[in-house]
């Protein structure tokens, strides 16, 4: 009897609660009412939450701390690629401009080599006899002359860069066009003019390009431009140095320009 009158109580206070205004100052304070039961039933989850994010192991950090720092060094190496990709977009572009003032035809060739001995001036391209490449051929930049071909191969080719401590170049002043000879000294950013008379007329900044003289380059490549000249009134020749104009250690996409090869170069490269 005691729980069917229970029973009946319970179901008049729901269907009063639900269907009646009687209660409506008790639903406005109901959730205020319930709100403490609630944090309390959540203590447990935000304790759980506070000890992964408080107590985290000293294994488990050191393993995040490394994937973090390989995800770092990934992007940076893109970062790197992009940059390295941009750089080398600007100076095809140079390179591609440049052969806007050349008259002569020529092909773009790519270094693929550099001699391993440091006192060598060579590079490697990757054109050969199968492009035409021969023996004596000139190679710039698109900033100036670099080098000339001294062994051609079906596939690539072996240069020997102005720098180097074996090769000489005629040059003349573009200035006054006074005739010299800019020899390489194994130094990359510097040439020596021997054999210059004190009373030439000569000075710091002139450009110097190529005379043609010997029928090995065309005549009026940029070489070098004059930085020191420095005149001894004990000495019959005066000191001059020259800083080549052609980016010898950064260029990496060039020009081999020909320049109507002498007959038994040609067939020095076909063979």
Not at 13 to 41: C, Q, R
Not at 135 to 158: F, K, R, W, Y
Not at 168 to 174: C, S, T
Request: proline residues 4%; charged residues 20%; hydrophobic residues 45%.
């Amino acid at each position: 009897m005691r729980v069917v009158l229970l029973t009946a109580l319970s179901l008049a206070i729901a269907f009063t609660y639900l269907y009646t205004d009687w209660f409506d100052s008790l639903k406005k304070h109901g959730a205020d009412i319930s709100a403490p039961f609630y944090w309390v039933s959540d203590l447990p989850a935000k304790a759980s939450d506070w000890a992964d994010t408080r107590l985290m192991s000293r294994s488990r950090l050191e393993h995040e701390n490394e994937a973090l720092r390989t995800e770092l060094l990934v992007l940076r190496r893109k970062v790197q690629l992009l940059a390295s990709l941009s750089a080398e977009n600007v100076r095809l572009r140079q390179l591609l401009n440049s052969t806007d003032m050349l008259q002569d035809r020529v092909i773009i060739a790519e270094l693929i080599g550099v001699a391993p001995d440091p006192t060598v001036h060579k590079v490697i391209v990757n054109r050969g006899a199968e492009e035409g490449v021969y023996v004596g051929q000139a190679m710039v930049d698109a900033n100036g002359l670099m080098g000339q071909v001294v062994t051609v191969g079906e596939h690539s080719s072996e240069v020997l860069l102005i720098t180097d401590t074996t090769h000489a170049l005629p040059v003349q002043i573009n200035r006054n066009g006074v005739r010299l000879i800019a020899e390489g000294v194994g130094n990359l950013y510097e040439l020596v003019i021997r054999h210059v008379s004190s009373t030439v007329d000569i000075q710091e900044g002139d450009l110097l390009v190529s005379s043609g003289l010997g029928q090995r380059f065309p005549v009026g490549y940029p070489v070098a431009k004059v930085e020191q000249v420095v005149i001894d009134p004990g000495k019959p020749f005066a000191r001059v140095i020259a800083r080549p104009m052609a980016e010898m250690n950064r260029s990496r996409h060039v020009l081999l320009v020909f320049d109507q090869p002498p007959a038994d170069n040609t067939e020095q490269a076909a063979n």
